[in-house]
Nanobody, 109 residues
Framework: VQLVTSGGGLVQPGESHRLTCSTS????????IKWFRQGPGKERELVAS??TYGDTVKGRFFLVRDAAKNTAFLEMNNLKAEDTATYFC?????????WSQGTQVTVSS
């Protein structure tokens, strides 16, 4: 099982941005992909596990799946400084949580 996140970077407040979670080693359509993030000095928190979204991102962030590419995306809109964090994707298979390496998103003008 492998998950690789990409797409992090420096983003201006109010802008939109998309992160990618590329997966392999399991049947993509059989499992839910989740997105988490960990901001500086904060604990890791759930961002998206549809239909559930974190309270601070609800209505702004959306998890999109492309089964043909075994890929999940995190569409982020109206980004705020408090969205600055390292973002991870994960999948739970037979009770084991598999994580990506994380990608840094910094929201700043």
């Amino acid at each position: 099982v492998q998950l690789v996140t990409s797409g992090g970077g420096l983003v201006q407040p109010g802008e939109s941005h998309r992160l990618t979670c590329s997966t392999s080693g399991f049947v993509f359509n059989s499992y839910s992909i989740k997105w988490f993030r960990q901001g500086p000095g904060k604990e890791r928190e759930l961002v998206a596990s549809p239909p559930t979204y974190g309270d601070t991102v609800k209505g702004r962030f959306f998890l999109v799946r492309d089964a043909a590419k075994n890929t999940a995306f995190l569409e982020m809109n109206n980004l705020k400084a408090e969205d600055t964090a390292t973002y991870f994707c994960s999948v739970t298979i037979k009770g084991v949580e598999h994580w990506s390496q994380g990608t840094q998103v910094t929201v700043s003008s």
